[in-house]
């Protein structure tokens, strides 16, 4: 099983939670988050004044899937969140040891 933690902008969430649904992936976890990359940040203008924003609003979606979906997991991911401008995001992927179902004690897949 893998874990999948994908950083993109906002107004792509409903495209990519789409695409993964269409997939087969049957749930995941979004946070609003912060932060910046090689972009650094940008600069806004309110009311007249420069402001140096240097932490980006973005979303994290954390999913857990079988190893077999993962290919077409990043693709879709991929594919959906790119917008081909800077601060497109990033996507992680690390391995899971166990899932465990906490209200039925389900473990490894049968627990996605």
Known sequence: MKKIEAIIKPFKL???????ND?????MTVTEVKGFGRQKGHLEFYRGAEYDINFV???KIEIVIPDQLLEQAI?????K????EI??????VSNVEEIIRIR???KGEAAI
Do not use: C, H, N, R
Request: aromatic residues 4%.
């Open 57 to 59: 609003p973005k979303l």
């Open 87 to 92: 601060g497109d995001g990033k996507i992680f």
């Open 14 to 20: 409903d495209d990519v939670k789409k695409a993964l």
């Open 104 to 106: 039925t004690g389900e």
């Open 81 to 84: 969140a790119k917008t081909g």
């Open 75 to 79: 693709s879709m991911i991929q594919e």
């Open 23 to 27: 997939l087969g992936v049957q749930g």
